[in-house]
């Protein structure tokens, strides 16, 4: 049996005769080189980093562009240190897997360490203020979840935990935010040596995310006393610190069971699921989709890595703003959330499931390609129309990534505003077109309208994706039941905070209204809805 940890990659026969590509550097040196002068500190031990990130700096050491590696910092579960990472010494199998059935296999050893980011553990964390303190240190980067940046709650007061750490200071700190900001503390005290923050998580303005979060915190301190007054301005010191945007895209979705069969039937051993006790689902291995971009805003203190010898692209601010807006509100972002909602009525467990159903592909190409392209913002470095093709031909249409109409649903009233709202208005703002005549985008706040009645097309109840206001929209069609001709919809679509625009004064929300009732009418409604506005 193949064993994964460094003493069973030294047989390499067996490895190649899987089909497994070992590393092509010397894992001890590199070792060695990142403990004494660490370059990189990334927190968030998750799929993305193992499966992205890691594989990136993992393709600078095969071709000798780098000769160290990255120590992984985990500050909310723990458990991904303890059992993903420290019993295979550190080590991940990567399977890329082709829309085709091809499957990439590699072990990925650019993760030279898994730190725990808890005061409970004392060796773990005086390793990382090591690290810090170290000159050498070039970034920390992050995919915490864009929650990970929140200091405050719904109610606008300090979330407790972060309320705890602003009352402890430096010293206690729990919230990773505030062990961002406390390390970076002892940095400034031993030095006030530069370095760069870099935010890698899916979410608008993240490198602005952690950047207000950290300078929010250390301006707290400072207020209370609990450190020396300068440390802020060298926070907000550009020539010191600096806080790039980014634009991250892959799909590294929970370990698939088909994948685990395969690598079992190597001769694999130990490629156990693990599901943490704060529900994290892992596994030795990372499965994930060929399809990646990282963008990153070039602007960092004190170097960095060659990351552009690994496909990563760098570019100015402006460009990575320009990339996120192309994704997140035309060609990516609002293709999901429509195969989403119209997934959960009509049954489908699996986003590529629905990409072999006629009538929900071309819901999604009229939204991309015929609605959203016009009004695209381009950012000339990805084609937006390429960036489609691959959305739908090769990424969506995966059948080996196991995504779920129902993660994705989930928050959605958090994403209607960005995903759909922004291409209203640009067809608001822009002569010659006018909102009354889009149709799929339309269609599908119908859809999300009718999945917010928790009953699927059959008449069948389910179960509805987490959402932070569900309580509140579900309240507005609280009256609303299958065969009614007349509903309370129209309270939902005038709340122009959940749009971002008036629809009804642009001349969508009567439109809007009557596709809603369409889909009423009972079992098999929405189907017969959609295809009677797509097809």
């Not at 998580?201 to 300068?230: F, P, Q, Y």
């Not at 989930?410 to 759909?420: A, C, E, G, V």
């Not at 309240?475 to 709340?495: H, M, P």
Request: with cysteine; net charge negative.
């Amino acid at each position: 049996m193949l064993q994964l940890d460094r003493k069973g990659l030294s047989e390499k026969a067996a490895w190649g005769a899987a089909g497994i590509e070992l590393p092509k550097y010397d894992l001890e040196l590199v070792a060695n080189n990142t403990r004494v002068r660490p370059q990189w500190v990334h927190f968030g031990a998750g799929n993305i980093f193992r499966g992205l990130i890691a594989n990136a700096q993992q393709q600078l050491l095969n071709k000798l562009k780098a000769d160290t590696g990255i120590i992984a910092a985990e500050a909310f579960d723990f458990e991904m240190i303890d059992k993903v990472y420290k019993p295979y010494d550190n080590l991940t199998l990567l399977v890329l897997m082709s829309a085709d059935g091809r499957f990439h296999k590699s072990v990925v050893a650019s993760i030279v360490e898994g730190l725990a980011a808890e005061q409970n553990r004392p060796d773990d964390y005086l390793r990382l203020i090591e690290i810090f303190e170290n000159p050498s240190l070039q970034m920390a980067s992050f995919t915490v979840t864009e929650k990970g940046y929140a200091l405050t709650g719904p109610d606008g007061k300090y979330l407790a935990v972060v309320e705890r750490d602003l009352t402890n200071g430096p010293e206690q700190p729990v919230h990773v935010m505030s062990i961002a900001t406390s390390l970076a503390y002892r940095r400034y005290l031993k030095g006030r040596h530069p370095m760069t923050f870099v935010s890698m998580d899916n979410c608008s303005h993240n490198g602005d995310l952690l950047k207000d979060s950290m300078i929010a915190i250390a301006k707290e301190w400072t207020r209370r006393g609990l450190v020396e007054e300068g440390f802020a301005d060298y926070l907000q010191n550009e020539e010191k610190i600096t806080f790039p945007l980014t634009m991250i895209d892959k799909i590294t979705p929970r370990p698939s069971l088909q994948v685990q069969s395969a690598l079992r039937g190597l001769g694999l051993a130990d490629m156990e699921m693990i599901v943490t006790s704060r529900h994290t689902y892992t596994a030795p291995f990372v499965n994930a989709e060929i399809s990646e971009y990282l963008v990153i805003e070039d602007k960092f203190t004190n170097g960095r890595p060659a990351l552009e010898e690994a496909g990563i692209i760098f570019t100015n601010r402006d460009t990575v703003d320009k990339v996120e807006k192309m994704k997140v509100t035309t060609c990516l972002n609002p293709l999901h959330t429509a195969l989403a909602l119209a997934g959960c009525l009509l049954g489908y467990e699996l986003i590529a499931d629905e990409m072999r159903d006629h009538t929900l592909r071309r819901l999604v190409e009229t939204i991309g390609y015929k609605e959203g392209l016009p009004v695209v913002v381009d950012p000339v470095i990805i084609q937006p129309k390429p960036f489609i093709d691959e959305v739908l031909q090769e990424r969506f249409a995966n059948p080996y990534i196991p995504d779920t109409p129902q993660r994705i649903a989930t928050d959605t009233s958090q994403k209607m505003s960005i995903r759909f709202g922004e291409t209203i208005k640009s067809y608001a703002s822009t002569a010659g077109l006018d909102p009354a005549n889009l149709t799929a985008i339309p269609l599908t706040i119908a859809i999300w309208c009718r999945y917010l009645l928790g009953v699927d097309d059959q008449g069948a109840p389910f179960i509805l994706s987490p959402d932070p206001l569900l309580d509140t929209l579900q309240g507005y069609l609280q009256n609303t039941k299958l065969g009614d001709q007349t509903s309370e919809v129209r309270c939902l679509l005038e709340d122009d905070k959940l749009f971002g625009v008036r629809l009804y004064e642009i001349g969508l929300g009567d439109k809007i209204e009557a596709m809603f009732h369409e889909m009423l009418a009972g079992p098999g409604a929405v189907r017969s809805t959609i295809e009677k506005y797509v097809n």
